[in-house]
């Protein structure tokens, strides 16, 4: 068995590490000491001093993901995997997911992501500040009908000013889900 974990507030790596610690397991913690940052647009950052990432997605949270992917391989690497490191690195930085700061347009510069809950709201907040600041940005939002988009988006974006720039959410959740009919 194998537990791999990405970095938590204290409260929750106690838990983990009790609940392992019962069934005779060493848990894996991502450590954000263990990540290098070179660039949120595109991405660029390396693991472990080792491993240089460039993925094809965007997003500074798929930094995070990417690493976890990482430390997991290695973790399944030490337990016998046919792992290279080439291996890794490639299949990190070929990975691509739709709906994920998907790039639509260049011209306008035109992005799809399924922020759908707080963790997502302000993953994509952290996103916009650290890669698009100081663009004008206008930002259209639709959930499905059984989301609490009113206070999911609203408590992460609404009237949130992203390196000078002023988001505004008012009514938009309703009137893009009435006339979709969500």
């Not at 306008?108 to 707080?118: E, R, S, V």
């Amino acid at each position: 068995e194998m537990v791999v974990s990405s970095y938590q507030d204290e409260a929750c790596l106690e838990i983990i590490s009790c609940a392992c610690q019962k069934k005779d397991i060493v848990p894996a913690f991502l450590l954000k000491e263990d990540i290098e940052i070179y660039s949120y647009m595109p991405l660029s950052f390396r693991y472990k001093k080792t491993y240089s990432m460039n993925p094809m997605v965007l997003g500074d949270y798929q930094i995070e993901n990417a690493s976890l992917i990482a430390l997991c391989a290695l973790k399944l690497r030490e337990k016998g995997f046919a792992l290279t490191s080439l291996a890794i690195t490639e299949g990190i930085n070929t990975a691509y997911i739709k709906g994920r700061m998907e790039m639509v347009a260049e011209s306008p510069l035109i992005f799809l992501d399924g922020a759908h809950n707080i963790p997502g709201a302000l993953a994509l907040r952290h996103t916009l500040n650290n890669s698009f600041s100081g663009r004008g940005l206008i930002l259209v939002i639709g959930c499905f009908k059984d989301k609490d988009y009113k206070y999911d988006l609203s408590a992460s974006l609404k009237n949130y000013t992203i390196s000078g720039n002023k988001t505004y959410m008012c009514n938009l959740y309703y009137r893009l889900n009435k006339a979709l009919g969500v």
